[in-house]
């Protein structure tokens, strides 16, 4: 099995209804499966998944749990080379599985890599990312994005300088459509399920690099994103203050300078830096 393909549901039964025959129907020669985990099943979604996509593996919270702790059922119960984090509102287009799996393939130091995102509307979207820093995330936080976007230290962050057509390593990339190497993830371990919402993505790159594992974005997959972004939808929203949790969560995991761990190479991966000693 090359690929599982790990979605969580809250609340998503409809865009499930339009995003997993994408995923069934994709002409991509990689082998695949689909595990869908339903964290609130009194939508309907688990009995949708049955009607429409039999051949899914289906998981049904009895209780809700977070983002974090519900992708790593997703991940216990898989079988695939590689698990692909998929939000119910990423599309795949043709060819984007099987350009992630050929790269994960070619590049054994590669821990994660996640495709090129789009907009709804067909823009860029800015799923990989320099880590952060405490300063820049409650100037952002404030509402302050748009005078932010003219500093070079908020630019860096977003990599907004950059034209994002080309394969590179990155500090980290959206879990929205992310994939990640086996291997890593038992040497790593799986996602913090310490985070209810948010920065769950951060975290494990940052863990990643910390073990000697790379993690790139990988243009020649693309793929669109409905981008909800709850968090920065008013100042005293619930949302905004889950992120806040989360990014406090970060900061004292990661430390608070907004670098890669000090000795992070994209170059090789644990097992060959130990051939390469032995």
């Known amino acids: 099995m090359d690929l599982s393909i790990v979605t969580v549901s809250h609340g998503h039964r409809e865009e499930l209804s339009t995003g997993l025959p994408l995923v069934f129907g994709a002409p991509d020669a990689c082998t695949r499966e689909v595990i869908v985990v339903a964290n609130t099943p009194a939508d309907g979604t688990p009995e949708r998944v049955r009607e429409r996509f039999p051949a899914a593996q289906l998981i049904v919270n009895p209780k809700p749990l977070g983002f974090a702790a519900n992708c790593n059922l997703g991940i216990a ?54 880590f952060s820093t405490p300063v820049l995330f409650a100037l952002r936080g404030l509402g302050l994005e748009r005078l932010l976007e003219r500093t070079a230290a908020q630019r860096r962050v977003l990599m907004q300088d950059w034209d994002h057509a080309e394969t590179r390593d990155v500090d980290w990339v959206f879990g929205a459509a992310l994939i990640a190497r086996r291997e890593m993830i038992e040497h790593v371990g799986p996602l913090d399920p310490g985070y209810a919402l948010y920065c769950e993505d951060q975290d494990w790159c940052y863990r990643m690099w910390t073990a000697g594992w790379s993690v790139y974005y990988v243009p020649s997959s693309t793929m669109s994103h409905a981008h909800q972004r709850a968090s920065a939808r008013g100042l005293f929203s619930r949302w905004k203050w889950v992120h806040v949790r989360s990014k406090l969560r970060l900061f004292r995991k990661q430390g608070l300078s907004g670098r890669r761990p000090s000795g992070s190479t994209p170059v090789t991966s644990p097992r060959e830096r130990a051939g390469a000693g032995a």
Do not use: E, I, K, W
Not at 93 to 104: E, I, K, W
Not at 116 to 122: A, F, I, K, Q
């Open 77 to 130: 119960a898989s079988h695939g080379r590689y698990v692909l984090l998929l939000n119910p509102d990423v599309r795949v287009t043709p060819g984007s599985l099987d350009a992630l799996v050929r790269f994960m393939d070619a590049h054994p130091g590669a821990g994660a890599a996640g495709p090129r995102l789009l907009n709804s509307d067909g823009s860029l979207q800015l799923s990989c990312r320099h």
